[in-house]
């Protein structure tokens, strides 16, 4: 197999996003637009991709830093698709093999497509092969002029085509498979002498024709693939397309979503057969949910591992966090990160935790604060608990050992440690270490004046 390079054309502003920031970085299910045509070229073989920018090229470089594959070319002057891709020949000196072009703005292309397109266009020998489909309204397009037998000859921008090109419904996707060393010597001698004043990379065709080399249309039978983003009306439906594939892949794999539509769940994000999430729930990151859990309405996960048969209810919010088999979260608990809670935990409402581990069978049922804790199995954390773990200038630890039983608004202040088996009576304030098997209390004695409210009133 010879060697395969892309180029993503991402110099435009994006005038019709009516946005400060530059349209490919854009977010779309939770990562910017471009980075998506980018894995797309990188997953069908690509080895080199250059990424020409140019309208806040800065912030598309940034995003692409660490990727070593990733090179960029700048285009200061947006003056054409086959201007771009001309800025681009430098990025990609010494390749020779073939070019996949892509567009930063047309993000849902998938990889199975563009494999398909490449071996297609190897094994006819094509020199250009470009990704086409075919539209019902296909205004604004470039049209695609066939001979006999499936070769282009040329491909029509609308603004320069007849009455008889506008009628031809399959179109240019702005997605292409070139041979390197034909792309490069074309796109030098492109001229703008059309009704744009634009270089455009389409011209390339006709040349190919011209030189008997052979051009092919490669239909891509989904339309929604090749949609292009050019305002936030399109950004959202194709989001919403973008949410349907990754749903249906997770409903096809045993998953019950009450309102797919209404479901977000970020590329990557793995969750197992009988699970049941409700709407407007978020998943998203390195999260893991296991078999039969259910995520009620309004949950947001991110960077967790959720064990299975575990219930998240209503409004709670997880992230970075391990939650094991048969726990019951929420509602309205915030988990945040390091919380490692074990098996059978029960975690009720208003309940925050942070960087506590939590032992097996342990239960914060209401209105209390865990941080900084290590608890073991079979606690009992009563409703209005706080771990005092700050004091103005550093954090400290609690630990409490196996089967405490903490009493309701009981502070520890921390560090303080609790041994296993104690009891530590409601309201008191813990300020020194607990013997295991003992019972802390500290409250003033209570004191009743009988019928003291009686004389105020008859005052
Ligand atoms: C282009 C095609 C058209 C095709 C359509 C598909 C040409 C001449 N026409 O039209 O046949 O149907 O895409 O969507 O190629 N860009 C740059 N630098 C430039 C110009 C464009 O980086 O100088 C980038 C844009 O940011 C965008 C992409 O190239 O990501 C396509 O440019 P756009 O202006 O949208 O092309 P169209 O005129 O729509
Ligand atoms: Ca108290």
């Not at 239960?363 to 604060?369: G, N, Q, V, W």
């Not at 606690?379 to 089967?403: A, E, F, L, Q, S």
Request: with cysteine; charged share 20%; glycine share 12%.
């Amino acid at each position: 197999m010879g060697s395969v390079a892309a180029i993503v054309l991402a110099a435009g502003k994006g005038t019709r996003m009516k946005s400060g920031l530059v349209k490919v970085m854009h977010h779309l299910g939770e990562r910017p637009m471009v980075s998506w045509p980018v894995a797309a070229a990188r997953s069908a073989g690509a080895t080199r991709i250059a990424l020409v920018v140019g309208h806040q090229g800065e912030k598309v470089r940034e995003l692409f830093s660490a990727d070593s594959d990733v090179s960029f070319a700048e285009q200061v002057e947006q003056l054409g698709t086959g201007h771009a891709v001309a800025c681009a020949g430098g990025a990609l000196q010494g390749f020779s093999g073939t070019v996949l072009i892509l567009c930063g703005d047309v993000p849902l292309i998938r990889e199975e497509t563009l494999a398909t397109m490449l071996a297609a266009h190897r094994e006819r020998g094509a020199t250009v092969s470009v990704l086409t489909t075919h539209l019902e309204n296909p205004f604004g397009y470039g049209r695609v002029v066939k001979r006999e037998g499936g070769r282009i000859i040329r491909i029509v921008e609308e603004k320069d085509a007849s009455e008889e090109e506008r009628g031809i419904c399959e179109i240019n996707s702005g997605i292409y498979c070139v041979e390197a060393e034909f792309l490069f010597r074309a796109v030098g001698s492109l001229t703008n002498d059309n009704a744009q004043g634009e270089y455009y990379l389409t011209d390339i065709i006709a040349r190919a024709a011209g030189e008997s080399l052979l051009c092919f249309a490669h239909p891509c039978p989904d339309p929604t693939e090749v949609m292009g983003v050019n305002d936030r009306v399109q950004l959202s439906v194709a989001a919403a397309e973008l949410r349907r594939r990754i749903n249906n892949g997770l409903m096809l794999s045993g998953v019950t979503m009450v309102d797919p539509a209404a479901t977000y769940v970020e590329a990557g994000v793995e969750v197992g057969a009988d699970t049941v999430i409700y709407p407007n729930v978020h998943l998203s990151g390195r999260t893991v949910i296991g078999c039969g859990c259910t995520i009620e309405p309004g949950v947001i996960i991110r960077d967790c591992s959720i064990g299975d048969n575990v219930t998240i209810k209503s409004g709670s919010v997880l992230a970075e966090s391990s939650v094991g088999a048969d726990a019951a979260i929420g509602p309205m608990a915030h988990l945040r990160p390091g919380s490692d809670l074990g098996p059978h935990v029960k975690i009720g409402n208003f309940v925050e935790t942070k960087k506590v581990v939590m032992g097996e069978g342990s239960k914060a049922s209401h209105l209390t604060y865990l941080g900084d804790a290590e608890i073991g199995s079979g606690v009992n954390i009563g409703c209005g608990t706080i771990t005092c773990n700050y004091d103005g200038v550093r954090k400290h630890r609690t630990v409490i050992g196996d089967n405490v039983f903490v009493g309701s608004d009981v502070q520890l202040v921390a560090p303080v440690v609790v041994g296993s088996g104690s009891l530590i009576a409601a309201g008191t304030t813990v300020t020194i270490d607990v013997p295991p098997d003992s019972l802390a209390i500290a409250r003033t004695p209570q004191v009743n004046k009988e019928g003291w409210v009686k004389k105020q009133r008859e005052k």
